[in-house]
């Protein structure tokens, strides 16, 4: 009997070149569109963000070419509690947070896993750039071949169950690979341009999204150096995040850049870029995704999505990490994930405090 996958489907091509290929394997598909949000609820148009109306009339298109049959499903509460409250509560806790890693984490692998197990199927398949190698009985998650679209970062949290029900057909592909499959097969997104903001944020401007998600402002306070001396006045602490140089509203006669916050004083620390560099970073929540790790081992290490692996020295405590990197790191940011390397081979990954 075939085995019976569930295509995650985001209207996008790399989601529909992976249905194309798991049919060509020889798999009985269905795809599935994730519905997370009314567009309206969130204040945007139709267009310009994945799961969009438009989007999901992308996917009905090309499920519909592969003779496979296709469905919505409802997350709409689950997105709203996970995803987009974290996402808030977050920002006004100071950190800076990755929606795009609790999507995965809760929608994808949890609830479409849920929805694989009622209609008993045995795999989800999406169109992220990473490789699965099952050993000895165990399944690695390893970087995709192609460097520049390599997601394992953003998949780190992947339980051994999860990972031993899970298929990325595109992990040996490269993007130019992939859209030139969809032009093979007329996909009507095959030149469609990937998503490169949080769906529900399309435009980037956090601040005014969670303002006008909640109906609230947040109040000004002050700009202070690392010596907590007072140098501005800030617009909103939310509107901050490590590393940001523009946008502050204040001239310094010199680059200033966002060091850190405090919430309870309601101020923004400023720093010269230099100030900015710290070898230490501490994490909750490890995942491990390698049997048998040490309390001590040296690993390479990202610490935000587009960043070369740096050299570390990685220590552990039940679930908490302790990083030191081998040479200082710019900008570490609380709310981001760190993920440790082996190589291609993903060790495991947590959340920066």
Not at 34 to 46: P, V, W
Not at 99 to 107: A, E, S, W
Not at 276 to 300: H, I, M, Q
Request: hydrophobic fraction near 35%; include cysteine; aromatic fraction near 12%.
């Amino acid at each position: 009997m075939n085995k019976k996958c569930i295509i995650a489907m985001s209207g996008g091509v790399d989601s529909s070149v992976a249905a194309f290929l798991m049919k060509e394997k020889g798999y009985e598909c269905i795809g599935a569109t994730m519905k997370l949000y009314d567009n309206e609820e969130i204040g945007i148009s139709r267009e310009k963000t994945c799961c969009s109306l438009d989007d999901i009339e992308d996917a009905r298109a090309v499920a519909r070419r592969l003779s496979m049959p296709y469905y919505v499903f409802n997350f709409k509460d689950e997105f709203e509690e996970k995803v987009i409250n974290k996402f808030i509560k977050t920002y006004e806790n100071g950190g800076t947070p990755n929606p795009c890693i609790d999507c995965n984490r809760y929608l994808k692998f949890e609830k479409l896993f849920q929805r694989m197990y009622e209609l008993g199927y045995d795999y989800v398949v999406t169109g992220h750039y990473a490789i699965l190698e099952e050993k000895d009985g165990w399944f690695y998650l390893k970087k995709g071949k192609d460097d520049t679209k390599d997601q394992s970062y953003v998949l780190y949290s992947l339980t051994q169950n999860q990972l031993s029900h899970i298929q990325f057909p595109l992990g040996e592909y490269s993007k130019t690979e992939i859209r030139k499959i969809a032009e093979e097969q007329h996909f009507l997104n095959a030149r469609k341009r990937d998503s490169q903001d949080i769906c529900f944020v399309p435009d980037g401007d956090y601040a005014k999204f969670i303002e006008g998600y909640l109906g609230k402002t947040y109040p000004d306070g002050d700009f202070v150096d690392i010596n907590g001396n007072v140098i501005g006045r800030h617009h909103g602490i939310i509107r901050y995040t490590n590393g940001q140089r523009k946008g502050l509203g204040v001239a310094f006669g010199k680059p200033m850049y966002v060091a850190g916050k405090d919430i309870e004083k309601n101020t923004v620390t400023l720093c010269t870029n230099d100030e900015l560099f710290s070898k230490e970073v501490n994490a909750v929540d490890f995942n491990a995704l390698v049997p048998n790790l040490p309390d001590e081992f040296k690993c390479k290490a990202r610490v935000r999505y587009n960043m070369k692996e740096q050299g570390a020295t990685a220590y552990l405590d039940g679930d908490k990490l302790k990083l030191i990197f081998d040479e200082p790191q710019r900008a570490i940011t609380k709310g981001q994930a760190v993920v440790l390397y082996d190589g291609d081979i993903v060790i495991g990954g947590g959340t920066i405090v």
